[in-house]
T-cell receptor, first 117, second 112 residues
């Protein structure tokens, strides 16, 4: 089956630093990748949709200068949390889709837990 | 906007059946999904159903859809301790490049 990996799985950083999270589709080419954020006891919140070779589409309320997304290749998308603050601490999950079609054909990564001190 | 609601917690004994319920508000929902999230992990697609179907069964999983009431349920037969996880209901208005709207998730706790 399709596998999506994320790196790192867990990161702790100091306030003011930037953190980069990678999302890779291991055995398929992902034309579209999604970045979600999950708060404790809350649902997933879609942050942005990333299409290879074009600018990401951000959801309302998500700061694009704060959460930089780069989808430079068909197997890699990165999310950079710039100048991270404690309120950015969360569980970030990416997903990838290979072909247009059933929206449920999103394959999810294992998530990255970010803790900003 | 779209809204998906789920009960937050369900506790069952091993061997019993579990039923997790979900309601949604978007009448244009075309695809409805159930995802499973184990502790510290990402989401795993369990099953999905098209809006023109009433029921779908896949081994121990049965999905029932009442489109009139916008109610979706997931039944897990012979629930095992390994089924303990958070189950998310999600909907999408169409295929293609549509995104998903998730419920808050139902935590299922299976006790021996």
């Amino acid at each position: 089956g399709a596998v999506v990996s994320q790196h790192p799985s867990r990161v702790i950083c100091k306030s003011g630093t930037s953190v980069k999270i990678e999302c890779r589709s291991l055995d398929f080419q992902a034309t579209t990748m999604f970045w979600y954020r999950q708060f404790p006891k809350k649902s997933l919140m879609l942050m942005a949709t990333s299409n290879e070779g074009s600018k990401a589409t951000y959801e309302q309320g998500v700061e694009k200068d704060k959460f930089l997304i780069n989808h430079a290749s068909l197997t890699l998308s990165t999310l950079t949390v710039t100048s991270a603050h404690p309120e950015d601490s969360s569980f970030y999950i990416c997903s990838a889709r290979d072909l247009p079609g059933l929206a449920g054909g999103q394959y999810f990564g294992p998530g990255t837990r970010l803790l900003v001190l | 906007g779209e809204d998906v609601e789920q009960s937050l917690f369900l506790s069952v004994r091993e061997g019993d059946s579990s039923v997790i319920n979900c309601t949604y508000t978007d009448s244009s929902s075309t695809y409805l999904y159930w995802y499973k999230q184990e502790p510290g992990a990402g989401l795993q697609l369990l099953t999905y159903i098209f809006s023109n179907m009433d029921m779908k069964q896949d081994q121990r999983l049965t999905v029932l859809l009442n489109k009139k009431d916008k109610h979706l349920s997931l039944r897990i037969a012979d629930t095992q301790t390994g089924d303990s996880a958070i189950y998310f209901c999600a909907e999408s208005p169409s295929s293609g490049y549509s995104t998903l709207t998730f419920g808050k998730g139902t935590m299922l706790l299976v006790s021996p």
